[in-house]
């Protein structure tokens, strides 16, 4: 079972910042956080991924609370590109991919 | 693009045939994996390898059989498969196996078992 949870959908308006929230409040010291989202029918594409520490890469932000019991997923200036299903996953040796969340990007 | 190729792209074979999958990887990387994804289910990881050692096999049934000639090539081997082994299958690759590596998935294969 995966050992994250995230709202099965999301909508979000073109240009606006989409922030999409993950609940791990089981997660052990040493686990990373990761994202990854799967434009339909094709593989997933790695976003971004952080330990303890807020990360921001080109693609989006990480930010992860204190506790590290919930991240969530900023993509700044969501495009139509950006719709996708979105996947948290915490990855100590392998990934599980859970449902992610649906997150439509709309004009 | 990502650097993880698999072919073919499609794929319909019948029960009794024996077909292959392949996957390259042009990044240098250690770890390989491969995953079934059936429609409306999640990801599911088949076989992890390392170093060109399988580590890992999620009780996945004997008609599915994996082969890793070396660090770059992955194969699965398909034989008397089911029609509900009709599925995308991805390969992906990473630096190292866990974390803090990222995984890098192919496009896929989609096959139909008829």
């Known amino acids: 079972d995966a050992k994250t949870t995230q709202p099965p959908s999301m909508d979000c308006a073109e240009g606006r910042a989409a922030n999409l929230p993950c609940n791990h409040s089981?997660?052990?010291?040493?686990?990373?956080v990761y994202w990854y989202r799967q434009i339909h029918s094709q593989g997933p594409q790695y976003i971004i991924h952080?330990?303890?520490n807020n990360e921001t890469n080109e693609m989006a932000s990480l930010i992860i609370t204190e506790d590290r019991k919930s991240s969530t997923l900023i993509l700044p200036h969501a495009t139509l590109r950006d719709t996708a299903v979105y996947y948290c996953?915490?990855?100590?040796?392998?990934?599980?991919f859970g449902k992610g969340t649906m997150l439509l990007v709309s004009p | 693009e990502t650097g993880v190729t698999q072919t073919p792209r499609h794929l319909v074979m019948g029960m009794t045939n024996k077909k292959s999958l392949k996957c390259e990887q042009h990044?240098?990387?250690?770890?390989m994996y491969w995953y079934k994804q059936s429609a409306k289910k999640p990801l599911e990881l088949m076989f992890v390898?390392?170093?060109?050692?399988?580590?890992e096999n999620n009780s996945v049934p004997s008609r599915f059989s994996p082969e890793c000639p070396n660090s770059s090539h992955l194969f699965l081997h398909l034989h008397t498969l089911q029609p509900e082994d009709s599925a995308l299958y991805l390969c992906?690759?990473?630096?190292?196996?866990?974390?803090?590596?990222?995984?890098?998935f192919g496009p896929g294969t989609r096959l139909t078992v008829t």
């Open positions: 992906a690759s990473s630096r190292l196996l866990g974390q803090p590596y990222e995984q890098y």
């Open positions: 089981t997660i052990s010291g040493n686990e990373y």
């Open positions: 952080g330990l303890k």
């Open positions: 996953i915490l990855g100590y040796s392998t990934l599980t």
């Open positions: 990044l240098g990387h250690n770890a």
């Open positions: 390898y390392s170093l060109e050692e399988r580590v």
